[in-house]
T-cell receptor
């Protein structure tokens, strides 16, 4: 079974803390994504990476950064957590190819609360 | 920029009946992929069905089928013989055929199944 694993299911952090959300995939996928999910807003792309050490900003990159040092791991970093970053964070990966293997596979999500 | 629009925030259907969820998208590209994802309450996002834009035939997966109208940029999901387990958030998504492109999601439709 293909797998995308996020390091935490639930996290509670304090305002101003530096927060790391980790994501690992075992499918040798080129592309990895971080989305934020909020009620009524759907999934909004924060950052994505199509190769090791490569990253592209999504629609809402402000307040976030990412790191991809190895193909299987994609980290989301909140440099200084704020209460408006309280949300569900979803990691996904996909093949960079064409044909059948084009869809994204998702992790279980991390519900982050910033207090 | 590509966009995905789901105009129905919530829908309800009687068990065993048929329901259609709407999705429209905007793109200037000719080669792309469209997806419907399902997110059950507190559970992982999973792929329901995939459509390649170059294929004229509508995709079908058991009780799930799509109506893909490329000229109209419309991609609706039909669920036949609705079951209680179909209750979930459904997201429409788009991805171009380029290797390094992102996957864009709509805001979702929450589907309720009435017993």
């Amino acid at each position: 079974d293909v797998k995308v694993t996020q390091s935490s299911r639930y996290l509670v952090k304090r305002t101003g803390e530096k927060v790391f959300l980790e994501c690992v995939q075992d499918m040798d996928h080129e592309n990895m994504f971080w989305y934020r999910q909020d009620p009524g807003l759907g999934l909004r792309l924060i950052y994505f990476s199509y190769d090791v050490k490569m990253k592209e900003k999504g629609d809402i990159p402000e307040g976030y950064s990412v790191s991809r040092e190895k193909k299987e791991r994609f980290s989301l970093i909140l440099e200084s957590a704020s209460t408006n970053q309280t949300s569900m964070y979803l990691c996904a990966s996909s093949s960079g190819g064409v044909g059948r293997n084009t869809e994204a596979f998702f992790g279980q999500g991390t519900r982050l609360t910033v207090v | 920029a590509q966009t995905v629009t789901q105009s129905q925030p919530e829908m309800s259907v009687q068990e065993a009946e048929t329901v259609t969820l709407s999705c429209t998208y905007d793109t200037s590209e000719s080669d792309y992929y469209l997806f419907w994802y399902k997110q059950p309450p507190s559970r992982q996002m999973i792929l329901v069905i995939r459509q390649e834009a170059y294929k004229q035939q509508n995709a079908t997966e058991n009780r799930f089928s799509v109506n893909f109208q490329k000229a109209a940029k419309s991609f609706s999901l039909k669920i036949s013989d609705s079951q209680l387990g179909d209750a979930a958030m459904y997201f429409c998504a788009y991805r171009s055929a380029r290797r390094d492109d992102k996957i864009i999601f709509g805001k979702g439709t929450r589907l309720h199944i009435l017993p």
